[in-house]
Nanobody
Framework: QVQLTESGGGLVQFGGSLRLSCRAS????????AGWYRQVPGKEREFVAR???????DYADSVKGRFTVSRSIGKNELYLQMNDLKAGDTGVYYC?????????WGQGTQVTVSS
């Protein structure tokens, strides 16, 4: 069983920046992919960004050029650097890791962008 713990969420002004972190209880080197999703009340959880085992990254169109996903294999941590934040970025952000065919999720961290 892999545990993922997010941190770094909070309240930020429009145009500001935040950096989310996700600590894994197992080596992320063994993850097929690791990434971030977000969810707002009444809507389905949506993909934000991910990084594959080989280091390739992928982003939702809505965050391209503003968000950067990265990892520290030595620290077993995943990061999401979010810049130029907009009201539409508000939501609960979840860390996701896929080990084999099994997805694991963190408990989520709230990000609120105020105008």
């Amino acid at each position: 069983q892999v545990q993922l713990t997010e941190s770094g969420g909070g309240l930020v002004q429009f145009g500001g920046s935040l950096r989310l972190s996700c600590r894994a209880s197992a080596s992320i080197f063994n993850f097929k992919s690791a990434g971030w999703y977000r969810q707002v009340p009444g809507k389905e959880r949506e993909f934000v960004a991910r990084i594959t085992a080989g280091g390739a990254t992928d982003y939702a169109d809505s965050v391209k050029g503003r968000f950067t996903v990265s990892r520290s294999i030595g620290k077993n941590e995943l990061y999401l650097q979010m810049n130029d934040l907009k009201a539409g970025d508000t939501g609960v952000y979840y860390c996701n890791g896929v080990q084999g065919v099994i997805p694991y999720w963190g408990q989520g961290t709230q990000v609120t962008v105020s105008s």
